[in-house]
């Protein structure tokens, strides 16, 4: 098993910049992918990020493109989510999640086994 912490979260302008980080413990930091997933009020929760286990792969939802940036410290067991350009439409809550597998074989929800608690990222206009 896997323990997920988030931290980083916050209320910002549209514009404005924030840095997510999420703390895991249990398993070989490095052996498994990462993921950031969101929630919106009234929405389903959608994959925003995800690298692999030595982040030489990334994945973006095409929303945040240009915008966000994943990146992991194996060494610090710790994945960030650099979020740039915030819009109000990134408010959600943000989760991370701990892949079942080192690589980045599927996106959805399945893949990934365990889950922090999540933290509020609101952006006002």
């Known amino acids: 098993q896997v323990q997920l912490v988030e931290s980083g979260g916050g209320l910002v302008q549209a514009g404005d910049s924030l840095r997510l980080s999420c703390a895991a413990s249990?398993?070989?930091?490095?052996?498994?992918?990462m993921g950031w997933f969101r929630q919106a009020p009234g929405k389903e929760r959608e994959l925003v990020a995800a690298?692999?286990?030595?982040?030489?792969?990334?994945y973006y939802v095409g929303s945040v493109k240009g915008r966000f940036t994943i990146s992991r410290d194996n060494a610090k067991n710790t994945v960030y989510l650099q979020m740039n350009s915030l819009k109000p439409e990134d408010t959600a809550v943000y989760y991370c999640?701990?892949?079942?597998?080192?690589?980045?074989?599927?996106?959805?929800?399945?893949?990934?086994?365990?889950w922090g608690q999540g933290t509020q990222v609101t952006v006002s206009s």
């Open positions: 999640a701990a892949g079942r597998s080192p690589w980045l074989t599927s996106y959805s929800e399945p893949a990934f086994g365990s």
């Open positions: 249990g398993r070989t930091f490095s052996s498994y992918a």
């Open positions: 690298i692999s286990y030595r982040g030489r792969n990334t």
